[in-house]
């Protein structure tokens, strides 16, 4: 009787390792956090971790120095084998989607992003489908502004992404609007060493950050891939728990 005990509690307790418990991936910066010194407003990317439940997806990004009120951050995303599909074109002051200036994208195809607001405190996530932007409304936020992190967390569907989706991406910290002096691409992004055209070079026109092309990018290869894992939500395991234990006593009882 004890031994039918024992086993029923080993198999719940292997149940229960059998599942995964955490999709969280560290993706550190390729360039240590920033090349030119560590800009002291929050702008250079020590590391993002990316993470999903069955319904959401969220990425911490982890700054050097406390973030100041005015830089922006971008999580720029390719779905894996539908760059095609995406939008090619780099975000500028003369295409600028819904106010967002900076001079930065994927020119191989950008399917989906997630984007600060500036001055901090909120977060949209935006799709591309059929030439279009579609705005999928306000996301989870926090951090920021006085920290040195920020949780952006958004629905899967805002994202267009569901269980079993892999795509490729960039988190690329800038300023705004792109004009005059605030004119920036990139000042620090997580997939490129140095930014060929300088991490902190006011746009001009013609510089730019292309997550596709910058040379020594890691953007398109494994280490900037993530893949949506089917992960139990919380009170999911805590029912299958009480599930398992109640049927171990169950079969005590009879026994």
Do not use: C, H
């Not at 002051?93 to 195809?109: D, E, R």
């Not at 996530?125 to 920290?147: D, F, H, I, K, R």
């Not at 690329?172 to 997580?190: M, R």
């Not at 991490?199 to 398109?220: I, Q, R």
């Amino acid at each position: 009787m004890k031994a039918i005990v024992l086993i029923s509690s080993a198999v719940a307790a292997l149940a229960l390792v059998a599942l995964p418990a955490n999709a969280q991936i560290t993706y550190s910066s390729q360039n240590g956090g920033w090349v030119n010194g560590g800009y002291g407003d929050g702008t250079g990317i020590g590391s993002v971790v990316v993470n999903n439940t069955g319904s959401a997806i969220s990425f911490t990004i982890n700054t050097t120095q406390p973030m100041n009120t005015y830089p922006m951050y971008f999580v720029l995303m390719q779905y894996v084998g539908q760059g095609g599909s995406g939008s090619t074109a780099l975000f500028n002051s003369g295409n600028a989607l819904n106010g967002w200036g900076p001079s930065l994208g994927i020119s191989s195809g950008m399917n989906a992003f997630l984007a600060t607001w500036n001055g901090g405190g909120a977060a949209s996530a935006e799709t591309y489908s059929a030439g279009l932007w579609a705005n999928n409304g306000g996301v989870g936020y926090a951090g920021g502004p006085g920290n040195s992190y920020l949780t952006i967390t958004a629905p899967l569907s805002s994202l267009g992404l569901s269980i079993g989706s892999q795509f490729y991406f960039d988190v690329v910290s800038s300023y705004s609007p792109a004009v005059g002096q605030a004119a920036y691409g990139a000042l620090d992004t997580i997939t490129n060493p140095k930014n060929t055209d300088g991490l902190a070079t006011p746009w001009n026109g013609t510089s730019a950050y292309d997550a596709a092309t910058e040379t020594g990018t890691v953007f398109g290869t494994a280490a900037s891939m993530y893949t949506v894992t089917a992960v139990p939500e919380p009170a999911t395991l805590s029912l299958l728990g009480g599930g398992l234990i109640f049927l171990a006593i169950r079969r005590r009882a009879r026994s």
